[in-house]
């Protein structure tokens, strides 16, 4: 389906039921990282193996979102969306009951496996409905009100290890993925998929996107982007709770900074990508998150370790990532638009297969200092700021000529 390319004020209830179900994923994923150090604690393991329930989720989400892709294009986006909400909800079942770290772990992979859906198949329909030219305006204002719960979700989290047990947040996720089940089988649009996308196998559709050079470009600098927050993540929790000493609530009121920088960057994403085009606000994004990653290597030099320190610094960097993000996915989903959701679950495992990488290294390097942390914001930085200046030759989302179809 190939709808209207404009983005009108009756499209808001949309945009809220696509961040709903979109946000499912990233919330389960923040809402646990005040929880590492007491489940560290409980369990008796290492901060690595303890990292293990963190890192779990973003590994298999990789696979997992090259799954949904070719199967909500051949089947339709409900359906499978509805299914894979369940699996989540048996995964938070298994995490709520979990008597080892090792049964935690299981959980997680298959929370994993089941909220990944929610990521590819909401763009994919923006894609549906909206098409090339609609799709950036489109994406970030779903992604500003998926930003919220997320936003939310570590100081929720720090609330319930510290009033209630790292459990209670798993009570928590069961819940929710219950609501959003209920509204994806009642109100989500259902656009039946067309011949190309139905009729084609997933070797095929892999093939079509993979060979398709305008991809590559847009994808591999969302990965860059994307690798600057994994990076914060990771080791900020242990930065407060284990070397600064502040209780995990703290951390996750912090956090709300960050997660509203990236708020205000995808509006100012939705405000300007159609009059400044998605290549300009890759560039502009990518050059203001490498210069707000100066301040924060200088006050880890200088020993400056105290929350606001590094969380000012980070909110900035997060909304030069919320400026550049949209237009890096819709310059890459708008490249194969006969296999748009085959593309969105590319950029979802490329991101996700990149960030569990992060999330182990900086777990692997903690030292009781922000150093590993500091240092992969850093270089994601400047490897993304160098992508994008060699994105202004590529056509503004387009396929060139020779690869349309």
């Known amino acids: 389906m190939q709808g209207s390319t404009t983005v009108r004020g009756e499209h808001r209830s949309l945009f809220l039921l696509l961040a709903l179900i979109a946000a499912l994923g990233p919330m389960t994923m923040q809402i646990m990282m005040p929880a590492l150090p007491a489940i560290q604690q409980e369990f008796q393991v290492s901060v690595a193996q303890a990292q293990l329930a963190f890192s779990v989720f973003v590994f298999t989400m990789g696979p997992a979102l090259l799954l949904y892709g070719p199967l909500s294009d051949r089947y339709g986006r409900r359906p499978v969306l509805s299914l894979a909400i369940g699996i989540f909800c048996l995964g938070t079942l298994m995490c709520l009951l979990a008597p080892s770290l090792g049964w935690l772990v299981a959980g997680r992979a298959i929370q994993a496996l089941g909220s990944a859906a929610g990521l590819v198949i909401t763009r994919a329909l923006l894609a549906d409905l909206f098409g090339r030219e609609g799709m950036a305006t489109a994406l970030s204002w779903m992604t500003m009100a998926m930003v919220i719960p997320p936003m939310l979700a570590p100081s929720l989290g720090g609330l319930l290890v510290d009033h209630v047990s790292w459990r209670g947040i798993f009570l928590v996720l069961l819940l929710a993925g219950v609501v959003v089940l209920a509204f994806t089988l009642r109100y989500l649009p259902d656009p039946p998929p067309t011949a190309a996308q139905r009729d084609s196998s997933w070797i095929e559709k892999y093939r079509t996107v993979l060979g398709r050079r305008g991809f590559y470009p847009y994808a591999l600098q969302g990965v860059l982007i994307i690798g600057m927050f994994y990076g914060f993540m990771a080791g900020a929790p242990y930065l407060m709770v284990n070397v600064m000493g502040r209780p995990a609530t703290e951390y996750g009121l912090f956090f709300l900074l960050p997660a509203g920088g990236y708020l205000l960057g995808n509006y100012l994403s939705a405000r300007f990508a159609g ?29 400056w370790w105290v929350p606001l320190a590094f969380f000012l610094p980070m909110t900035l960097i ?7 993000v949209p237009s890096t996915q819709s310059g890459a989903i708008s490249a194969v638009p006969e296999a748009s959701g085959t593309a969105s679950s590319m950029i979802g495992f490329l991101q996700q297969a990149v960030g569990a990488i992060i999330i182990q290294v900086v777990g692997l390097l903690q030292n009781d200092t922000p150093w590993p942390m500091v240092g992969v914001v850093l270089a994601s930085a400047v490897l993304s700021a160098i992508g994008a200046l060699l994105l202004q030759r590529q056509p503004a989302g387009r396929p060139a000529p020779s690869e349309a179809r």
């Open 318 to 324: 997060t909304v030069a990532n919320g400026i550049a």
């Open 275 to 303: 009059r400044l085009g998605i290549n300009r606000m890759v560039l502009i994004g990518a050059a203001l998150a490498l210069v707000f990653t100066v301040p924060l290597v200088v006050v880890t030099g200088a020993g």
